[in-house]
């Protein structure tokens, strides 16, 4: 009996063949286009969570009390151990850690005088897990109590050489330094580092470092410099001219990048400067901060979770306003972060969604109006395989074997135009359309099959009479 159900159905999509092959290559264009618009949108999804991560949405920073160098270096080694992360680096900050450099270089000499450029910058010490355009974070509060406290993404993105961590004999400097005094990466610098937070100032030179390469600082302090000119004459230095309003201390978040072991031993000397004074240091020499990044956006939230926990086993307190040691600040931040990234990941999904379910629609409306269709079409039939003995059941059937036989012809025509296209080659992709498609077609077929199920056959008789 269901033999001949599903066979009369059959012969009736075969009667009406045209019919068919258009409702069939309607469905077929429909499911193209729902795998078209889902595939996309998880690439746009992805490309979008890459754009971010690279820029270093991925990253959040720790700040930490006055911990020594030490206990640094073992948080570390402990949060690297969280599964999530992808990295922790922990650079010397000059804003932090009360440092400047002097960076000069040789633009004039003969064998009676030597005249250099330089300019006055703040320095960043930084080891090989150091990424220049994602990794360098500024907290203006640290240069003026009055601002709020919040740090602040500052991309280095390289303009000439190779802008990389550099190793114990190089330097990375600003652009507008180089353009300024006139030389290319391969010049050799000599920089002065001064510690302020003593009276007087400690400073040690450091001489031919070679300029590897040149970035453009993105943010407030971009090209914001103190210049300087210095004469020697017969190796000794005779003049240094400054601007007359050139301030003493960290004025700008400017950095040069150094060897994190050059500025290690730097503050080594500076210990035993003041030590030789018999001062102590008003600042621990040691990274103030900590650059975390997550292996994926969507991993920060769990990773700062885990990250706060360990902290807090470690004897460290969260607290963002407290002047205590023993205290930490987790910041996300205040550009190119997790949650913007999700936020516009998220409205990306909204916006593809609608294209997916105005298809879905049509697809569903086209199955309910080719029911309505065939319905009015069999209306009188409807009342006479009732008045025979055929149960609604096995009408409902003959009629669902006729849609999913439309349906089953555009899955395959479909299938084989995603095997071709190159932008839907994606089988679970495909899977997806194709399940919600049966879903939208059954759910709209199902209350038009129903209505006339639901009379009795005289009165079917007797309306098509």
């Not at 039939?381 to 669902?400: C, H, K, N, T």
Request: proline fraction near 6%; hydrophobic fraction near 50%; glycine fraction near 8%.
């Amino acid at each position: 009996m269901y033999r001949g159900l599903i066979w009369l159905a059959f012969v009736d999509l075969k009667r009406a063949w045209l019919r068919s092959l258009v409702t069939a290559l309607a469905i077929a264009l429909a499911l193209i286009a729902v795998t078209f618009f889902v595939g996309q949108i998880g690439l746009r999804q992805a490309e979008l969570l890459t754009d971010y991560e690279a820029s270093g949405a991925a990253t959040f920073v720790i700040e930490l009390g006055s911990v020594p160098a030490n206990d640094v270096a073992n948080l570390v080694q402990s949060l690297h151990s969280i599964s999530g992360v992808q990295s922790v680096d922990a650079p010397y900050n000059g804003t932090q850690l009360g440092l400047v450099a002097d960076t000069s270089f040789v633009v004039f000499e003969n064998e009676k005088q030597q005249e250099s450029l330089g300019a006055r910058t703040t320095v960043l010490g930084v080891d090989r897990s150091f990424d220049p355009v994602r990794d360098y974070y500024v907290n203006f509060h640290d240069l003026n109590p009055e601002a709020p406290a919040a740090v602040l993404g500052a991309p280095l993105l390289a303009t000439s050489g190779t802008v990389r961590p550099p190793d114990r004999n190089e330097i990375v400097v600003p652009s507008g330094v180089t353009d300024y005094v006139g030389i290319r990466p391969a010049a050799e610098a000599t920089v002065d580092l001064t510690y302020l937070n003593a009276d007087p100032p400690i400073v040690r030179r450091y001489e031919k470092l070679n300029l590897i390469g040149t970035f453009e600082f993105v943010g407030p302090d971009q090209g914001r410099f103190e210049p300087f000119w210095r004469l020697a004459a017969r190796g000794s230095e005779v003049l240094t001219v400054r601007r007359p309003d050139a301030p003493e201390g960290v004025a700008t978040t400017l950095p040069i990048l150094l060897n994190k072991q050059l500025l290690k031993e730097f503050l080594g000397f500076v210990g035993e400067e003041l030590a030789a004074r018999g001062i102590q240091a008003p600042k621990e020499a040691a990274a103030k901060e900590l650059v975390v990044r997550a292996k994926s956006v969507r991993e920060v939230p769990t990773v700062e979770g885990e990250a706060t926990s360990l902290l807090d086993q470690l004897g460290l307190k969260q607290d963002c306003g407290a002047a205590n040691p023993a205290t930490f600040c987790l910041r996300v931040p205040e550009r190119n972060n997790f949650e913007t990234a999700l936020l516009e990941q998220r409205k990306l999904e909204t916006g593809g969604s609608f294209f997916v379910l105005l298809l879905l629609g049509l697809v569903a409306a086209g199955a309910a109006g080719q029911q309505i269709q065939l319905i009015l079409a069999r209306w009188r039939e409807l009342g006479i395989l009732q008045a025979v003995g055929f149960s609604p059941f096995r009408v409902l059937l003959y009629f669902a074997a006729r849609l999913y036989a439309a349906l089953a012809a555009g899955i395959v025509i479909a299938a084989v135009a995603v095997s071709i296209l190159p932008f839907a080659r994606s089988a679970s992709t495909f899977g997806f359309a194709v399940a919600v498609a049966l879903v939208a077609a059954s759910i709209a077929a199902l209350p038009v099959l129903l209505w006339p199920l639901a009379q009795a056959p005289a009165q079917l008789l007797r309306v098509s009479a």
